[in-house]
C-alpha cells in the first residue's frame, strides 16, 4: 500500500509539472463544454425540462462531463501500449511489484492531478459563467466521492485491457480506437443516456461504460431514488471486479508471450 | 511553378506508396474515422428523435451542415496533414524541421509534403454519405447556382481551417505544450459550425462572424441552399463569401507562419 | 588563400526555463516560471581555409552543435558574423544550402518507408542535380560506400552504419563545397567507423570538399583531421593542430625499457619509475624538462639495454584532462 501511494504520488507529480498543458486542456475542455451546453439549450428550446432533466440539469451535466475528460483519459490513453512497443516495459517488470497495481497506482496518481487541475476549474468556470447546480446534502457529497471513485477504477479496469493487445499485435491503437469511441457513445459522454431511444440504452448498459460517466452524472444531479443508487453502486463494483480479473488474467497471458519471445 | 507541382506530385505519391506498405493499419483507421463522425452525428440524430428540432431545423437540414463541414475538413486534414499542430510539433523538436531547411526548395511547400495522410478519405466519405442523407431528407430544388455555392463553399472551408492548421503549426514555434488551445479554433471551429449559427450566444456569434468569418462557411451557403430565411438580415450576396473568408485567414496564418520561421531561426527550440 | 569560411566574435545565447525540486516541486513548477540565460556560444572566432578537414570537439553541451546549427543557417546567431563562402548562412537560404551539405548524426534526411535509392532521387529532384552528374556520383559513393546491398531496402530496415553511409551519400549527391558532419560515428562499431572514415578522407582530397566534423570519438579526428577547433562553455579554447596540443598539454611522456637482467634499483635523474616489472621498467618524464634521447643516452651508459619504446599518452586522455582540469583556460 505504500509503494502504491509513493508511485501515485510521483505520478501525481509529474502530471502537475505539466502547467501548459493543464492550462490549454483547461480553456479547451472549457470551450466544447459551452458548445455542447449551447446545443443542449438549443434542443431544449425554452422547455423547462424534458425527459427527467431541467435544463440547469442538462448544462451542469456538460460540466461534469467535460469535468472528467482528463481524469478518466476519456479520449484515449495508451500508456501500456506504448511501454510495450518502447520496450520500457523491461525494467518495469524487473521492479518488485505487481505490474497490474504498478500502472493502477500510476493512473491513479495522473487522475488525480488531472481531477485536481483540469475537473475543478471546469467546474468552478461554469459557475461563475453559466451557473450550475450542486449536491444539496452531505450524504449526496458522500455518496459522489464514492461514485467518482468507483467510476475511475471502472475506467482504468477497461482501459488497461484495450492497452493488452500490444503484446500480441504491432499496431494496438486502432482496436482501442473502437473501445474509445464505443466509451463515448455509450457511457452518456456525448449526449445524456436518457435522452437516447430505450432499445440504445439496453444497448449500452450491456457494456461497463455507463457505470463511468453517466452513474456519476446521475449521482451528481441526485435523478436516482435511493435504490436505484445502491444499485448503481453495485454495477460499479461488480463490472471493477469482473474487469480487473480479466484484465489480470489477460495480462498473465501476455507477459508469458513477452517471456517466451523475449520482449 | 512548375517544379513546385512536380515536386508536390512526387511528395504525394512517395506518401501514398508509404502507407500503402500498412494496409491493415490504413483500413482500420479510416474505418474508425467513419464510425467517429458517424458516432458523434448518430448522437445528434438520436436525440432529435425526442427533441424534433434544433434551433428550428430538422435533423435532415443540419446533417447538410453536418456532411458539408465533414467532407471539408476531410480534404483539408489530408492535404494539410503535414501542418496538423500534433504532427508538425513532433517534427520540429524530434529535428525533421532542420532537414527541411537544409534543402533549397520552399519551406511550405516541404512541410505540405511532410505528410498526406491519406487514411482521411474516411472523413470525407463520412461526411459525403451525411451530405447526400440530408439531400434526401430535405428535398432540395438544385439548381447550377446551387451546386456552385456549395463548391465555393467547401473550398472556402479548406483554406479556412487549412490556415488554421498553419496557424497552430506555427504556435509550436513557441510552445509544444499548450497547442491544445489551438483545437478551439480549428476542430472546435469545425464543430461550431456544423450546426445553425442561430443557436449561439450573441457574443460568440458575433466573434465567429467579425473576428473569425466562420459564419460565411457553413451557415450563409446552407441557408441559401436549403431555402431557408436569414434570421440576420446580412445583404443577399452573404452565401457567395466562403471562399473570401477562408483565402483571408489563410492569407494571415502564411503571415505569421513566414515571421514564425523567422523567430524559430532565432531561438531554435 | 582566402578562407571559405570566417567565424568573427560568434554568440548565441538562450533563455532556459528553471524546474524545482522536491517536496512541493509539483506546485512550485505549476505557479511559476523563471529564466536564466545561457551562453550557448560565447565569442567564438575561426576561419577555414578552402579543403580543410577540421574536427570541432567538446564535451557534451559545449556548444558543438550550436555553432553548427548557426554554420549551416538553421539557428541566427545572437551577435557576430559567419561568413561561408560569401554566404550569411542564415539568409538567402535556399542558395546557401544547395552549397553545402549536412548531416546531422542521429535524425536521418531519408524518407522513412522508402528504399534508399528513391529517397535519392527524391532528392535529385530537390536538388535539381543534373542527370549526368547524378548518375556519376551515385556510381562513385555506391562503389566505395558499398551501398549495393542496401539500396532498395526501406530505410527503416537498415542497421545505423548503413543508415548512416545512406545519409553521407544523400549529403554529397549535389556536389556541395563544403560538408558538415554531426557525430557521424556515433553507435557504429569499428568496421563501419572505419569505412566512414576513409570515405571522408577520400571526399577531402580527392574533390576538395572542405568537411567539418563534431565527435565524441578522437579516434575520427586523430585519423581525420589535422587542425582542430576545442570549444566549452561556448568558448572556443583551442585551435590549431593535434600534434603541438598533445606536445603542450600532452602530460607526462613515458619510456618502457626491456633490461637484458633485472635491475631493481635502476634510478635515473629527470626520470620516475612508475612500473616494474621483472626486467621490464616503465619510466615517466617531463616532456620540456628533458629529450628522450638524452634520457636514453644516460640509461645505456649505465645499463644493459635490450629493447625500448617511447609512449606518447594517448588523445583521448589529453583531452579527457583538458576539460576536466580546465587547462586552457
Known sequence: MRLFIEIAMRAFRLQMSYRAAAIAGLLTNFFFGILRAVVLIALYDGREEMLGLSLQAAITYTAITQAVIGYLSAFSWYDVANTVYSGEIGSDLLKPINFYSYWMARDFGRAMAALLTRGLPIMVAYEIFIDISFPNFLLNWGLLILTVLLSWVVSFSWRFIVNLPSFWIPNAFGIGRFFFMAALFFSGFLMPLRFFPDWVVKLAYLTPFPHTVNTVVEIYLGVLSPVEIWLAFAWQVGWIVALILVGQWILKLGLRRLVILGG | ?269 | ?329
Open chain 3, 1 to 329: 588563400m582566402a578562407s571559405i569560411i570566417a567565424v568573427k566574435k560568434l554568440d548565441k545565447h538562450f533563455k532556459v526555463r528553471k524546474f524545482h525540486r522536491g517536496r512541493f516541486s509539483g506546485f512550485q513548477n505549476f505557479f511559476t516560471r523563471e529564466h536564466h540565460l545561457v551562453r550557448a556560444v560565447d565569442g567564438v572566432n575561426f576561419e577555414i581555409q578552402s579543403g580543410e578537414l577540421i574536427g570541432y570537439l567538446g564535451p557534451n553541451g559545449a556548444g558543438k552543435s550550436t555553432t553548427l546549427k548557426m554554420l549551416t543557417g538553421l539557428l541566427v546567431p545572437t551577435g557576430g558574423e559567419i561568413n561561408v563562402d560569401g554566404f550569411v548562412p542564415s539568409k538567402q537560404r535556399k542558395e546557401y544550402v544547395s552549397r553545402i551539405g549536412a548531416v546531422f548524426g542521429q535524425r536521418s534526411t531519408l524518407w522513412w518507408d522508402l528504399p534508399v535509392f528513391e529517397s535519392f532521387e527524391l532528392l535529385r529532384h530537390i536538388y535539381k542535380i543534373p542527370e549526368k552528374l547524378f548518375k556519376k556520383n551515385l556510381d562513385e559513393f555506391r562503389e566505395l560506400l558499398e551501398l549495393d546491398t542496401f539500396i532498395n531496402t526501406p530505410v527503416r530496415s537498415l542497421s545505423l552504419g548503413q543508415r548512416m553511409r545512406a545519409d553521407i551519400c544523400a549529403a554529397l549527391l549535389h556536389d556541395p563545397k563544403i560538408l558538415f558532419l554531426d557525430e557521424p560515428t556515433i553507435g557504429l562499431d569499428v568496421v563501419a567507423k572505419e569505412r566512414i572514415r576513409q570515405f571522408i578522407q577520400h571526399i577531402n582530397q580527392d574533390r576538395g570538399t572542405t568537411v567539418i566534423l563534431t565527435t565524441h570519438d578522437l579516434s575520427d579526428v586523430e585519423k581525420l583531421c589535422n587542425r582542430i577547433l576545442i570549444i566549452d562553455e561556448g568558448k572556443l579554447l583551442y585551435d590549431g593542430q593535434l600534434e603541438q596540443l598533445r606536445q603542450k598539454f600532452g602530460g607526462k611522456r613515458q619510456l618502457v625499457v626491456d633490461f637484458f637482467e633485472n635491475y631493481p634499483e635502476a634510478t635515473i635523474e629527470g626520470a620516475e619509475i612508475v612500473e616494474i616489472n621483472g626486467a621490464r621498467i616503465t619510466f615517466e618524464f617531463e616532456r620540456d624538462s628533458i629529450a628522450a634521447s638524452d634520457l636514453i643516452g644516460r640509461l645505456s651508459s649505465k645499463y644493459r639495454i635490450r629493447d625500448l619504446e617511447v609512449k606518447e599518452p594517448e588523445i583521448e586522455e589529453t583531452i579527457r584532462r583538458i576539460y576536466e582540469q580546465q587547462l586552457l583556460k
Open chain 2, 1 to 269: 511553378m512548375q517544379n513546385s507541382i512536380k515536386l508536390l506530385n512526387k511528395y504525394i505519391s512517395v506518401n501514398l506508396r508509404s502507407q500503402l506498405q500498412y494496409r491493415l493499419t490504413f483500413v482500420f483507421e479510416v474505418f474508425g474515422t467513419i464510425l467517429l463522425t458517424l458516432t458523434e452525428f448518430a448522437a445528434l440524430a438520436l436525440v432529435l428523435l425526442k427533441f424534433e428540432n434544433i434551433g428550428g431545423w430538422t435533423v435532415g437540414e443540419v446533417a447538410f451542415l453536418y456532411g458539408t463541414i465533414n467532407a471539408s475538413f476531410g480534404i483539408m486534414d489530408m492535404f494539410f496533414s503535414g501542418f496538423d499542430p500534433r504532427n508538425f510539433g513532433r517534427h520540429v523538436r524530434m529535428g525533421t524541421f532542420d532537414q527541411l531547411l537544409l534543402r533549397p526548395i520552399n519551406i511550405t511547400l516541404q512541410v505540405l509534403g511532410l505528410e498526406f495522410q491519406f487514411r482521411r478519405i474516411g472523413r470525407i466519405m463520412i461526411g459525403v454519405g451525411i451530405l447526400i442523407y440530408s439531400v434526401q431528407t430535405t428535398s432540395i430544388l438544385w439548381t447550377g447556382e446551387k451546386a456552385i455555392v456549395l463548391f465555393f463553399a467547401i473550398i472556402g472551408q479548406i483554406a479556412y481551417f487549412g490556415g488554421l492548421f498553419i496557424f497552430g503549426a506555427t504556435i509550436t514555434f513557441w510552445t509544444i505544450e499548450s497547442i491544445e488551445v489551438v483545437n478551439i479554433l480549428t476542430y472546435g471551429g469545425s464543430d461550431l459550425i456544423a450546426y445553425p449559427m442561430n443557436i449561439y450566444p450573441e457574443l460568440l456569434r458575433k466573434f465567429f462572424t467579425f473576428i473569425l468569418p466562420a459564419i460565411f462557411l457553413n451557415y450563409y451557403p446552407a441557408l441559401f441552399i436549403l431555402g431557408r430565411p436569414d434570421p440576420f438580415n446580412f445583404p443577399p450576396y452573404a452565401h457567395w463569401l466562403s471562399p473570401f473568408a477562408g483565402m483571408l485567414i489563410l492569407f494571415f496564418s502564411l503571415r505569421f507562419w513566414r515571421f514564425g520561421i523567422t523567430k524559430y531561426q532565432s531561438t531554435g527550440t
